[in-house]
């Protein structure tokens, strides 16, 4: 499990993820930061996927309305997303 941080016009964000797709998007102190991340997790801001995810972070911080399905998200996002009935 990789994370990389991103700042906002909303404060610092965290990503988390792998290869396979983004698990998860934190805003800094927020009640529940980071709490569905239940493995150690090593900073790699290179990582394609969070390099694409920020590209998308600034284009909707732009009001561009980008498309959430741009996004790469992993198995565990989905099963959030659906369990939840929201992710954006």
């Known amino acids: ?3 990389s941080y991103y700042e906002s016009p909303l404060g610092r ?4 993820g792998t290869e396979e797709g983004l698990s998860g998007l934190w805003i800094s102190e927020q009640k529940y930061y ?3 991340m239940d ?16 590209e998308w972070l600034d284009r909707y911080f732009n009001k561009e309305q980008p498309d959430p399905k741009e996004l790469k ?5 989905l099963i959030f997303e659906r369990q939840s ?4």
Not at 13 to 16: A, K, N, P, R
Not at 39 to 53: G, K, S
Not at 73 to 77: E, I, N, R, T
Not at 85 to 88: A, E, L, S, V
Request: proline fraction near 0%; glycine fraction near 6%; aromatic fraction near 14%.
């Open 1 to 3: 499990m990789y994370f």
């Open 13 to 16: 964000m965290l990503l988390g």
């Open 34 to 36: 980071a709490a569905t």
């Open 39 to 54: 493995e150690e997790m090593i900073q790699r801001d290179d990582l394609l996927l969070f390099e694409q995810t920020k």
């Open 73 to 77: 998200l992993s198995l565990k996002a």
């Open 85 to 88: 009935g929201t992710f954006f």
